[in-house]
């Protein structure tokens, strides 16, 4: 049973970077910082995940700079030292993850800052540190199960087939859904309740109007074909916005029993008639 929702905000989207010089000035080897917000609301889970490497500023090979050594550096979270690691060979730097301090809301900027404790490999002091500012997405803060699909624009077309514009899905395995095909004079009719859907918001489509948790959803399900039980249909769902040109489906249906016996099969692709809308649900129990 899968009810995934991951958002990731990479390091381009932060708000600055900054690098703060020790006394001595010691440029050839300065600790540099990544970081990106990380939210998997199937388990409620907010986290920073941080790379900090050793920059060598003195143009050597940085496979083969003992002095980029360094036994302590410190992350920080505004401030706060949260976690600790070391430059060693080859790469000299480190990666973690650290969880989003209590308190933080959507919108809400964080610094997260390494800091360059020992002493370098070639004995220079240390005390330089480095920072970047990432924001908290408002997208972190909703469960996936309060976004749902519909379908609109007198009916849904992709490839050969036709989806009724009765379509809705939601994501989650506990309310109804609908979702009829047609194609060729065939039908199939999907029963209430999904098997497994999976439903994830990428930061580079954007799906409003209107405003939604997700624009992506892919589902598996059960349902009749021309009247007959025992089939199954994959299907994936992509809001691009409006007006729906850019919206794409895809829909494989087969015999539950004999998954090789595939009565359609319409790979990803643009809808040629009406449009997918993905919005927020209502809270439910």
Same mark, same amino acid.
């Given at each position: 049973?899968?009810?995934?929702?991951?958002?990731?905000?990479?390091? /381009?989207t932060?708000?600055?970077?900054?690098?703060?010089?020790?006394?001595?000035?010691?440029? @050839?080897?300065?600790?540099?910082?990544?970081?990106?917000?990380?939210?998997?609301?199937?388990?409620?889970?907010?986290?920073?995940?941080?790379?900090?490497?050793?920059?060598?500023?003195?143009?050597?090979?940085p496979?083969?700079?003992?002095?980029? @050594?360094?036994?302590?550096?410190?992350?920080?979270? &505004?401030g706060?030292?949260?976690t600790?690691?070391?430059?060693?060979?080859p790469?000299?730097s480190?990666?973690?993850?650290?969880?989003?301090?209590?308190?933080k809301?959507?919108?809400?900027?964080?610094?997260?800052?390494a800091l360059?404790? +020992? /002493?370098?490999g070639?004995?220079?002091?240390?005390?330089v540190?480095?920072?970047?500012?990432?924001?908290?997405?408002?997208?972190?803060?909703?469960?996936?199960?309060?976004?749902?699909?519909?379908?609109?624009?007198h009916?849904v077309?992709?490839g050969?087939?036709?989806?009724?514009r009765?379509?809705?899905?939601?994501? &989650?395995?506990?309310?109804?859904?609908n979702?009829?095909?047609?194609?060729?004079?065939?039908?199939?009719?999907?029963?209430?309740?999904?098997?497994?859907v999976e439903?994830?918001? +990428?930061?580079e489509?954007?799906?409003?109007?209107?405003? @939604?948790?997700? +624009?992506?959803?892919?589902?598996?399900?059960?349902?009749?074909?021309?009247?007959?039980d025992?089939?199954?249909?994959?299907?994936?769902l992509?809001?691009?916005?409006?007006?729906?040109?850019? +919206?794409?489906? /895809?829909?494989?249906?087969?015999?539950?029993?004999t998954p090789?016996?595939?009565v359609?099969?319409?790979?990803l692709q643009?809808l040629?008639g009406?449009?997918?809308?993905?919005h927020?649900?209502?809270?439910?129990?």
């Open positions: 049973m899968l009810n995934r929702f991951v958002v990731a905000l990479a390091i /381009a932060s708000v600055a970077t900054g690098l703060l010089m020790n006394p001595a000035g010691a440029a @050839a080897h300065n600790p540099t910082i990544t970081a990106q917000v990380i939210c998997d609301s199937a388990t409620g889970a907010q986290s920073i995940e941080f790379t900090s490497t050793a920059w060598a500023g003195n143009g050597s090979d496979t083969n700079d003992p002095s980029r @050594a360094n036994s302590r550096i410190d992350i920080r979270l &505004d706060v030292v949260v600790s690691g070391a430059y060693t060979a790469d000299y480190f990666s973690g993850s650290v969880p989003v301090p209590a308190g809301v959507a919108g809400d900027v964080i610094e997260v800052s360059a404790v +020992d /002493a370098w070639n004995g220079e002091p240390g005390g540190s480095s920072w970047v500012d990432v924001v908290l997405p408002a997208s972190c803060l909703f469960d996936p199960a309060l976004g749902r699909f519909t379908g609109g624009g009916q077309r992709v050969e087939a036709r989806v009724t009765g379509l809705t899905i939601h994501c &989650d395995l506990l309310l109804s859904n979702l009829e095909v047609n194609w060729g004079g065939k039908q199939f009719h999907m029963t209430e309740h999904l098997t497994t439903c994830s918001d +990428d930061p489509i954007i799906e409003d109007p209107p405003p @939604a948790p997700l +624009d992506t959803l892919i589902g598996v399900g059960t349902g009749r074909y021309n009247g007959a025992g089939y199954t249909i994959e299907f994936t992509v809001d691009y916005g409006e007006p729906g040109s850019s +919206d794409r489906m /895809a829909i494989k249906i087969y015999q539950t029993a090789s016996n595939v359609l099969n319409v790979p643009l040629s009406g449009n997918l809308q993905a927020y649900d209502q809270p439910h129990k």
